[in-house]
């Protein structure tokens, strides 16, 4: 199965922008990327997808490279709030595996 | 307000018991799923069920059972059978966006073993 590698662990500063990396050097041609967050003691929170183009939406943007074997995801203005695990997936419909995913902390 | 819900928040269990865990969705979604999150972990895919009255194992599906005979209800039974049960259990349902789906995670319920 295809897998994803991130760092562990990531800071930013408050009101700063963020980009958490994703490798995926085995991703096949019908996989998508998600990116999903998880607060502490909580479900995980759709963040955003896409497949060769780059994404955008109110949350983030997701930077997909040409060959897709990496992809990022952006978050504009970093606030407390953003201080989750993020987890990088590659989705086909009918498999899915988190990883480990990067812990992100902010600093105010 | 649409949703999933999930429950107990919290469960305890003597060893060598069966429990039940409960996961109810509004969303009108068609797929569910079950992932277990030990400590410091990502999620692993317990069971997984695309439509009522199917289901298929996922990676770790070894002392676990399932039902699913209402679209809005997919409820995990944990065996004794189960060697190493303690952990926070998730329910997802998803909604298919092309060819590809967005999951939506319930809340989630802690199960000890004691």
């Known amino acids: 199965d295809a897998k994803t590698t991130q760092p562990n662990s990531m800071e930013s500063n408050e009101e700063e922008p963020v980009h958490l990396p994703c490798n995926h050097s085995t991703i096949s041609g019908t996989d998508y990327i998600h990116w999903y967050r998880q607060l502490p003691s909580q479900g995980p929170e759709y963040v955003i997808h896409g497949l060769t183009s780059n994404v955008n939406n109110r949350m983030a943007s997701l930077a997909i490279a040409e060959d897709r074997k990496s992809s990022t995801l952006i978050l504009h203005r970093a606030t407390l709030r953003d201080a989750a695990v993020y987890y990088c997936i590659l989705r086909d419909y009918d498999k899915i595996i988190f990883g480990k995913g990067t812990r992100l902390h902010i600093l105010p | 307000d649409g949703g999933i819900t999930q429950s107990p928040k919290y469960l305890f269990r003597k060893e060598g018991q069966n429990v039940t865990l409960s996961c109810e969705q509004n969303l009108n979604h068609d797929a569910m799923y079950w992932y277990r999150q030990d400590p410091g972990q990502g999620l692993r895919l317990i069971y997984y069920s695309q439509i009522v009255n199917d289901f298929q194992k996922g990676d770790i599906a070894e002392g676990y059972s399932v039902s699913r005979e209402k679209k809005e209800s997919f409820p995990l039974t944990v065996t004794s059978a189960q060697k190493n049960p303690t952990a926070f259990y998730l329910c997802?349902?998803?909604?298919?966006?092309?060819?590809?789906?967005?999951?939506?995670f319930g809340p989630g319920t802690r199960l000890t073993v004691l």
């Open positions: 997802a349902s998803s909604i298919r966006q092309g060819r590809t789906d967005t999951q939506y």
